[in-house]
């Protein structure tokens, strides 16, 4: 069974950072496999924010470019998303996901992997 759990979430002013941290156990490893970062705010469909192969390329959703940065510790079998400049409109709850696959040709869409963390709110006023 793979489990992910999330931490860092919390509440900051614009323009502050935030990094959250996922943590996969079980038999899963960040370095074979994709991961990603989605965010769900209330009324709205959950969106995909960041995604990092198991070789460690990236891609981010437009509204966050420049701005969130997805990464991984191999080490610690750690998924990363530093969040700078944060906006109001980042406000949301941040999922980690975890895929079985190495690469996704796409990795926007939430049924694209297998498995989620709990999530952790961010909160930007």
């Known amino acids: 069974q793979v489990q992910l759990v999330e931490s860092g979430g919390g509440s900051v002013q614009a323009g502050g950072s935030l990094r959250l941290s996922c943590v996969a156990s079980?038999?899963?490893?960040?370095?074979?496999?994709?991961q990603a970062w989605f965010r769900q705010a209330p009324g709205k469909e959950r969106e995909a924010v960041g995604t990092i192969d198991y070789n460690g390329r990236t891609k981010y959703a437009d509204s966050v470019k420049g701005r969130f940065t997805v990464t991984k510790d191999n080490t610690k079998n750690t998924l990363y998303l530093q969040m700078d400049g944060l906006k109001p409109e980042d406000t949301a709850m941040y999922y980690c996901?975890?895929?079985?696959?190495?690469?996704?040709?796409?990795?926007?869409?939430?049924?694209?992997?297998?498995?989620y963390g709990q999530g952790t709110q961010v909160t930007v006023s």
């Open positions: 996901a975890a895929a079985y696959a190495g690469s996704l040709d796409n990795g926007s869409s939430q049924y694209e992997y297998n498995y």
């Open positions: 079980g038999e899963y490893s960040v370095s074979r496999h994709q």
